[in-house]
């Protein structure tokens, strides 16, 4: 990026997915720049479509014609909530990325509020829709139950991680992959590498055009990014740690096994202690047990040698 570039670089980039929301485009593009007008610093949005099958993309054709502050990204396939996230902040230039879904369901007034929030020295500030206004069967209780779960197993104290209205600081995305469902673990994935993490309320609209195109069926994929994101964010460092919680499971089994194995599986007048099937059921927890014990020390081998390469770049680049 040549120095007239950053010179221009706007403080704020708002991204926005898009996904068949032709109907409540137009009043969203009013109501944010009618609210980013007022910030200071400059901004830019970047509309990410995410293949629609409606008339989106001709809809953000027509908001970015004569504006130079708007920007559309166009994926070539339907890629999902969270790569469209992860293509619009690759091509952000703002200092803080505010992250707003294409539904009308977030309200754009509340993106001051968020970036006022920061300057009072938070990296990370979390929306949560604290008066839902979705369905209480197949959108609120599984929410509330897996924001339950998330807080638990991750350690960081999220009211709403499903929120998409975020806002932090494009510093904390840089070489940071995202796939999956991990747009909602960002606070979590941020809290582990030291930034400060906050929340605030803000306000949730009922859906008034298209509908949801998120539902129960993503559960799943949420539970496994869910134990992803707790090996990255707590065990990056101590990886040897993880690897222990998964071996301890087989550890026990095979103590169980050992312990109880039926005596009737003895050989009558044989020199072996065990019958065949028994030695089976034993050593297999011990060899599942093993391997992950290797794993672990494999994985702590490769963070420190990492860690002894990151401090020899860094020390050649100050000398």
């Not at 609120?140 to 999220?158: H, L, Q, Y």
């Not at 998120?214 to 101590?238: A, E, K, N, W």
């Amino acid at each position: 990026m040549s120095s007239s570039e950053e010179s221009s670089a706007p403080r704020l980039s708002v991204v926005v997915p898009v996904y068949n929301e032709a109907g409540n485009l137009p009043q969203l593009h009013e109501e944010l720049l009618e609210v980013l007008e007022r910030e200071r610093g400059g901004f830019e949005l970047l509309y990410v479509d995410d293949c629609s099958q409606d008339e989106s993309r001709e809809v953000l054709r027509r908001m970015r014609k004569g504006d130079r502050r708007v920007r559309l990204i166009c994926l070539r396939h339907q890629a999902g909530q969270t790569a469209a996230l992860a293509a619009g902040f690759e091509e952000a230039r703002g200092e803080i990325l505010v992250p707003l879904d294409g539904d009308l369901q977030n309200d754009p007034a509340d993106i001051p509020m968020l970036v006022a929030r920061l300057d009072d020295g938070f990296d990370v500030v979390a929306g949560w829709r604290k008066d839902r206004q979705d369905g209480w069967l197949v959108r609120r209780i599984p929410s509330i139950v897996a924001n339950r779960m998330i807080s638990w197993i991750t350690g960081v104290s999220i009211h709403d991680t499903g929120c998409t209205l975020k806002a932090f600081r494009v510093s904390l995305m840089k070489d940071r992959p995202l796939y999956g469902e991990q747009h909602r673990y960002l606070p979590a994935l941020f809290a582990g590498t030291g930034a400060r993490v906050t929340e605030m309320v803000v306000h949730h609209r009922p859906r008034r055009f298209g509908q949801s195109k998120y539902g129960i069926g993503r559960t799943l994929r949420v539970l496994l990014d869910m134990l992803t994101v707790t090996m990255i964010s707590s065990f990056s460092q101590r990886p040897l740690r993880y690897f222990l919680f998964l071996a301890t499971p087989f550890f026990l089994a095979s103590i169980l096994v050992g312990v109880t194995a039926p005596q009737e599986l003895l050989g009558e007048g044989s020199e072996f202690a065990l019958d065949t099937l028994a030695v089976l059921a034993f050593m297999l927890p011990v060899m599942a047990c093993a391997y992950f014990l290797l794993l672990g020390l494999l994985a702590e081998l490769v963070v420190k040698a990492t860690d002894v390469h990151g401090s020899s770049d860094a020390g050649g680049g100050a000398a």
